[in-house]
């Protein structure tokens, strides 16, 4: 099954985190450069938006997963009745 890997997104959480803690901390800083200010943004934008699509891609696989399993046990109910009845027959 395919997804975020742990360490992959807590290394992506954390990150996410610090670049936040950085933005509230510049917020109050009247000495911070403006270009400085729009390229953190613009990392923890970037890094929301990789967070954002390896979610989608895990529930995705998470549906997929459900349905291949779902499907399955319909096949194999189907045949488990199909060898009772020839049990039966005999």
Same mark, same amino acid.
């Given at each position: 099954?395919? %997804?975020?890997? &742990?360490?992959?997104?807590?290394?992506?959480?954390?990150?996410?985190? =610090? =670049?936040?803690?950085?933005?509230?901390?510049?917020? %109050?800083? &009247?000495?911070? !450069? &403006?270009?400085?200010?729009?390229?953190?943004?613009?990392?923890?934008? %970037?890094? =929301?938006?990789? #967070? $954002?699509? !390896?979610?989608? +891609?895990?529930?995705?696989?998470?549906?997929? #997963?459900? +349905? #291949?399993?779902?499907? $399955?046990?319909? +096949? $194999?109910?189907?045949? /488990?009745?199909? $060898?009772?009845?020839? /049990?039966? +027959?005999?």
């Amino acid at each position: 099954m395919q %997804g975020i890997e &742990p360490k992959f997104h807590s290394s992506l959480t954390d990150r996410m985190e =610090y =670049y936040r803690g950085l933005l509230k901390k510049a917020a %109050g800083d &009247p000495d911070i !450069q &403006p270009s400085d200010m729009i390229s953190k943004i613009s990392e923890l934008s %970037g890094l =929301y938006e990789d #967070y $954002l699509a !390896q979610k989608r +891609q895990l529930e995705r696989s998470i549906k997929n #997963y459900r +349905q #291949y399993h779902s499907d $399955l046990r319909k +096949q $194999l109910t189907l045949r /488990v009745k199909e $060898l009772k009845r020839k /049990v039966k +027959q005999k």
